[in-house]
């Protein structure tokens, strides 16, 4: 029997309505479901964010932070997922502070002193410090754990990394500590840099307690971290490597190339020689700096990594200046020889600064070099700014003035 025009009508609408309200149902279920995983999500990851964050100096910044990054309910699965997190959201924030010194530069250039100009322009410079050393740290959480290294080994290289980045705020910082006009400026600058510090104290905290743990499960008992002069039976840091050892202690070094104030080398000066050493060398590029004084600032940027010094004996090869806060340095830029590049050694030399007490402070040596050593070196000034813990000072002597020295440590 035929159906109607006006029934086919009737049915046609009542199945499309049965379809729209099962397709209704079917959206609301995947929703609610939807909703109640994330739900789920969310919950659980707060909860590592938040457990994490119990281990750490600031716990409230550690967990606003990173529980409202983006995607933080599906990113965070696991304490290493938070710490990750953390590394990621500090290095936003040293970004954010560059961003901010520049302006800083732009919008106060005519009222800045040229010591306030120089402090900001050693901020600068820290920061890509920082920045260096936060992407090695992501870079080597990302490999944990590793079969090329143990957890311990793990433990010290971050914790080494986020050290130097707590050090470099507070060494910004300290460029403006030398009279009114200068507080001002770090003021301006006091709120972003304390920021960074405590976020690098918080990745810090993590990583010390993750380490622990995975080392505890292991049955290995950690120690309170790795000494500055942590030794083994030879009384040689066990990160130097057996061929530099032998080139501490060599009585006959062959170099790359030689220093000589009298022009019997293959250059003048010291700087002249780093400059012309190769970038970023994986072995070891040694300069002889024969007997005499050398009166210059000489930098070892860090793209000049394994350079080493040989001088002629700690009494007859000197490098020495004088830049000193009061005639308009800053402390961090007063350094005789600043050592940045990785794998730096000297050995047989002096590092001389000859401002005296009236200059306040001066710094004849500032390292910021990971696996430095010294050996039969003597520092005038010595002020170590830097804060690298895997590094020897073996068999040296110094004379401080004003000594100031920064250390960080998480809770034990």
Not at 68 to 88: C, G, R, W
Not at 193 to 214: E, G, P, Y
Not at 335 to 342: E, W
Request: aromatic fraction near 6%; charged fraction near 25%.
């Amino acid at each position: 029997m035929a159906i109607s025009g006006d029934r086919k009508k009737k049915l046609f609408l009542a199945l499309f309505a049965s379809i729209l309200l099962v397709t209704a149902i079917v959206t609301i279920a995947t929703t609610v479901s939807v909703s109640k995983k994330k739900s789920s999500n969310t919950a659980a990851a707060h909860s590592i964010i938040k457990s994490s964050c119990s281990s750490t100096l600031y716990p409230e910044l550690c967990y606003s932070t990173i529980s409202s990054a983006p995607h933080a309910e599906t990113k965070v699965k696991n304490p290493k997922d938070v710490i990750e997190m953390s590394l990621n959201l500090t290095v936003t924030a040293v970004q954010s502070n560059y961003l901010s010194i520049k302006k800083l530069i732009s919008t106060r250039r005519k009222s800045l002193t040229e010591r306030e100009k120089a402090a900001l322009n050693d901020c600068l410079e820290l920061v890509d410090e920082t920045l260096d050393e936060l992407l090695v740290a992501e870079h080597d959480l990302s490999d944990y754990p590793s079969f090329n290294k143990s957890i311990s080994q793990h433990a010290e290289d971050l914790k080494s990394l986020l050290s130097a980045a707590m050090t470099n705020q507070e060494t910004c910082l300290d460029g403006f500590s030398h009279d009114k006009a200068d507080k001002k400026v770090r003021q301006a600058l006091l709120d972003g840099q304390m920021h960074v510090f405590h976020m690098c104290s918080n990745a810090l905290a993590m990583i010390k307690n993750l380490t622990d743990t995975d080392m505890a499960s292991q049955g290995y008992h950690p120690s309170s971290g790795r000494q500055l002069e942590e030794e083994d039976q030879t009384e040689w840091p066990k990160w130097l490597s057996a061929g530099d050892r032998r080139l501490l202690q060599a009585t006959t070094v062959i170099p790359n190339v030689t220093v000589a104030a009298d022009g019997s080398g293959d250059f003048l000066t010291v700087s002249e020689a780093v400059a012309a050493a190769p970038e970023r060398s994986t072995t070891r590029y040694i300069i002889k700096i024969k007997a005499g004084v050398y009166s210059e600032n000489v930098d070892v940027p860090r793209k000049k990594t394994n350079l080493m010094f040989v001088g002629d004996g700690r009494v007859n090869t000197i490098i020495t200046a004088s830049r000193n806060v009061v005639d308009g340095s800053t402390t961090f830029h007063s350094a005789t020889v600043a050592a940045v590049g990785d794998g730096f050694l000297a050995r047989d030399i002096t590092f001389q600064n000859t401002a005296g007490p009236s200059k306040h402070q001066a710094v004849a040596l500032r390292v910021g070099s990971d696996l430095s050593a010294f050996y039969r070196h003597r520092g005038l000034h010595f002020r170590k700014c830097s804060s690298s813990v895997a590094r020897l000072r073996h068999s040296c002597s110094s004379t401080q003035s004003k000594p100031k020295e920064h250390g960080h440590r998480t809770r034990p």
